[in-house]
């Protein structure tokens, strides 16, 4: 694939050999060339690569600005896109797989003897780790790479995005089987706590960057629904520590 990028900032061949090194460090970029006195950057890569990667490698140095140019960059097709669905059919996969999650749940609370809050939410918290975390091992790798773009832990250690995805899995396990019940929601308190402070901080940034929650599967924009989500777990993780204490 081959794409042309507008890019700012650069006055110099120095510049020019500068952004370009910093630009072919980019995991999937095999080739970089830069027309200086045009100010447009052609990358080839063997993957596509969100902008957001390429803005994200040049942050250290903000005298430097990139942007997709090129008609036929799926970013800029997909951003026409998204500007002309409705927001339900924009985040209509995490909006059914919520109801889908709160529905099933709902049923195995309604056929049991009687109501019991803690087992329902026991149930969602397990449900939607499980299933948040199937869409996320379709494919890791790609994951990893677009949580490091936004959460405050995997911008700094890569691997995070892996940790984070299996935390995810033994978080639903543990849900499921109702492992240690204020130990596993004391870990996804502060699992989801310090994973919303990124989510937050991109929103806030204006920053245009797909929201990694269902993996690579889906392109979700970052936006306050994924706030809404993480808070939900958030509050539902609280709710029932505060529930384990006080029995």
């Known amino acids: ?54 803005k994200h490698i ?22 026409t896109g998204t500007e002309q669905k409705s ?4 985040y209509q996969p995490i909006i059914l797989l919520f109801a889908y999650i709160t529905g099933i749940t709902l ?52 691997l995070w995005g892996y940790v984070y995805a299996t935390l995810e899995l033994a978080l639903g396990i543990a849900y499921l089987t109702y492992f240690q019940p204020l130990l596993t929601n004391i870990a996804t308190f502060m699992l989801m706590s310090v994973s919303i402070i990124g989510v937050i901080q991109s929103v806030l940034n204006k920053k245009k960057i797909k929201c990694a929650c269902l993996g690579a599967v889906f392109d979700l924009p970052m936006s306050t629904i994924t706030i809404i989500e993480d808070i939900i777990m958030i509050a539902m993780s609280a709710t029932m520590i505060g529930m384990l204490i006080v029995n």
């Not at 020019?16 to 447009?40: C, F, H, M, N, Y």
């Not at 948040?132 to 379709?138: D, E, G």
């Open 1 to 54: 694939m081959k794409y042309t990028y507008k890019i700012t900032g650069m006055t110099c061949s120095g510049c020019q050999a500068k952004v370009q090194r910093l630009l072919s460090a980019v995991s999937g970029v095999e080739k970089v060339t830069i027309d200086l006195p045009k100010g447009e950057g052609e990358i080839v890569m063997n993957r596509h690569i969100p902008t957001a990667e390429f």
């Open 58 to 79: 040049l942050e250290p140095y903000p005298q430097y600005g990139i942007e997709a140019t090129s008609s036929t960059h799926p970013e800029i097709a997909n951003t």
């Open 87 to 90: 927001w339900f059919k924009t």
């Open 107 to 158: 049923i195995i609370e309604f056929t049991a003897v009687r109501f019991e809050p803690m087992r329902w939410m026991s149930h969602f918290m397990a449900g939607f780790f499980l299933s948040f975390c199937f869409f996320k091992l379709l494919d890791l790798k790609a994951f990893a790479e677009s949580y490091a773009m936004y959460d405050i832990i995997a911008r700094s250690w890569k």
